[in-house]
C-alpha cells in the first residue's frame, strides 16, 4: 500500500487544512462583510491557488493525482462550510449565545426576545421564509404562503434524504 | 484505478451501515447523537474498505481510494445536516403537509417557528448546556465554556452573533 500522497494531493491538503487560515486573513485583512462573501472569497482563493499549483508544479501531473487532489479539496471545503455555517448561522448555537450573554435566567419568551436583540421570533421567521421565497420554493401573497412546484419537489427530496439515512420515515 | 473504485465501495458500505446503525442507535436505552453515529459509520467502513482494497490491490494507492471516500461522505454529511436541522426546510415541509400545500404567514409566525424555537431550548437542556430553574432557563457550566468558545470564534473571523441570513450578503 501507497500512503504517500501525490505532489496535488499534497497541495489539495495543505490548502484544505489552510483554509480556516485563509478565511482568517480574509475576514481579517480585507473591507469584506458578511460571512457567505467571506467564505465564498476564501474557497475561491483555495482553488484558484489548487489549479496554479497543478500548472506550475514541477514535474509530470498524472490524472489521478489531480483527480484525487480535487476531491480532497472540494472535502475539505466542504466541512470547513459544515462549522463555517453552524457558527454563522447555527440557530441553537445562536440560542445559547444569548443565553450566556444576556447573564441571568430568563424565561422562553425573554430567551426568544434576547435571541432577537429585542426583536420577536417573527423577525426570526421572515429571514428564514426570505431564504424560502427568494428560492422561488415558496410563493406569498396577502399573507398565504403556497409552495410552487419547485419547493414541493424540494419538499420531496427533503423526505427522501431523511428516510434514507435513517431520519425519517418512507416518503 | 483499482484504488479509486476501492475508495466507491467504502461509500456504498457507508451508506448501507450508517442509517442501520441510526436506526439501532434511536433504540437504544442512551441514544448517541446523530452526529456521532455518522463518525463511528464513516471510520468503521473507511478502515474495512482500505483493508480490504490493501489486501485485493497490488498497487494500493491510500490517497486515491481516501479522496472518493472522503468526498462521497462529506457530501453524504453536507445533505444530512441540510435535513437535520434546517429552519427552512423545517417551514417548507410544515407548508407542503397542508392542504393545498399552503398556510398563513400568521400560522408560521405564531405557532411553527415557536414550535422550533421550543424544540431547540429542549435540545439544549437534554445535551446539559441550559437547564431549568423554574419557570426559566439558565446556561450551565459546560453551557458557558461552550458559548464563550463560539463568540471567540465569531470574532476570530469577524462573524456576526445575530444567527441571521445577511441577504445583502
Known sequence: MDIVPGPAQAVAICLSVALPLLLFVVARATNVRGAGRTFRIGVGLATASFVLACLFLPGERHFDDVLAGALLLATGILLSYVFWSLLAWGFTLTLLTSLVQAGRPMTSDEWATAYMRGGNLGTFARNRLKLLLGSGMVASSDGRLVATAKGTMVAGVVRLIRFVTGLGHAP | ?169
Open chain 2, 1 to 169: 484505478m483499482m484504488s479509486f473504485v476501492w475508495g466507491a465501495i467504502g461509500i456504498i458500505a457507508f451508506i448501507v451501515v450508517a442509517p442501520a446503525m441510526q436506526w439501532m442507535a434511536r433504540r437504544t436505552a442512551r441514544p448517541l447523537s446523530p452526529t456521532i453515529v455518522l463518525a463511528i459509520a464513516a471510520v468503521l467502513s473507511h478502515v474495512a474498505s482500505t483493508i480490504l482494497g490493501a489486501m485485493t490491490v497490488p498497487q494500493f494507492q491510500y490517497w486515491n481510494a481516501a479522496s472518493v471516500f472522503s468526498f462521497g461522505v462529506m457530501s453524504y454529511v453536507f445533505a444530512f445536516g441540510a435535513v437535520y436541522k434546517s429552519v427552512s426546510l423545517e417551514i417548507l415541509l410544515d407548508v407542503t403537509e397542508r392542504p393545498g400545500r399552503e398556510s398563513s404567514l400568521a400560522e408560521v409566525v405564531e405557532h411553527r417557528i415557536p414550535d422550533v424555537f421550543l424544540g431547540r431550548t429542549k435540545i439544549l437542556v437534554e445535551s446539559g448546556l441550559a437547564e431549568h430553574i423554574g419557570p426559566t432557563f439558565a446556561p450551565t457550566a459546560a453551557g458557558r465554556k461552550l458559548a464563550g468558545r463560539i463568540t471567540r470564534l465569531r470574532r476570530l473571523f469577524a462573524i456576526g452573533d445575530t444567527g441571521l441570513y445577511d441577504f445583502s450578503d
